[in-house]
């Protein structure tokens, strides 16, 4: 079965930047939409951004906009997450995964992010 495999969280200082990876196993990544999530404590998991499979065109949610950027290596089979300016808001724990509107792959173990002084 497919397996997920995040990576490249960490602590990092509000305003820091980080870059997440996914790895994927045992599926050729192209041609899958895939996407970034992340769970927060105490709160639901939710949908963060989106790339295409066909042209890397993305989306992402209203608070990653213009500081987060999803793109994918398809001759690699992994996905990446770079971010900038975070901050505290952004402490969560990140995974990858098909988009919210597919039947999703098992979930991996995500990576966490803190962001704090």
């Known amino acids: 079965q497919v397996q997920l495999v995040e990576s490249g969280g960490g602590l990092v200082q509000p305003g820091g930047s980080l870059r997440l990876s996914c790895a994927v196993s045992?599926?050729?990544?192209?041609?899958?939409?895939m996407s970034w999530y992340r769970q927060m404590p105490g709160k639901e998991r939710e949908w963060v951004a989106t790339?295409?499979?066909?042209?890397?065109?993305?989306t992402y949610t209203a608070s990653a906009r213009g500081r987060f950027t999803i793109s994918r290596e398809n001759h690699k089979n992994m996905i990446f997450l770079d971010m900038s300016d975070l901050n505290p808001e952004d402490t969560a724990v990140y995974y990858c995964n098909r988009p919210p509107n597919l039947p999703t792959w098992p979930w991996g173990q995500g990576t966490q992010v803190t962001v704090s002084e």
């Open positions: 045992n599926i050729n990544l192209a041609g899958y939409f």
């Open positions: 790339i295409s499979a066909f042209d890397s065109s993305s």
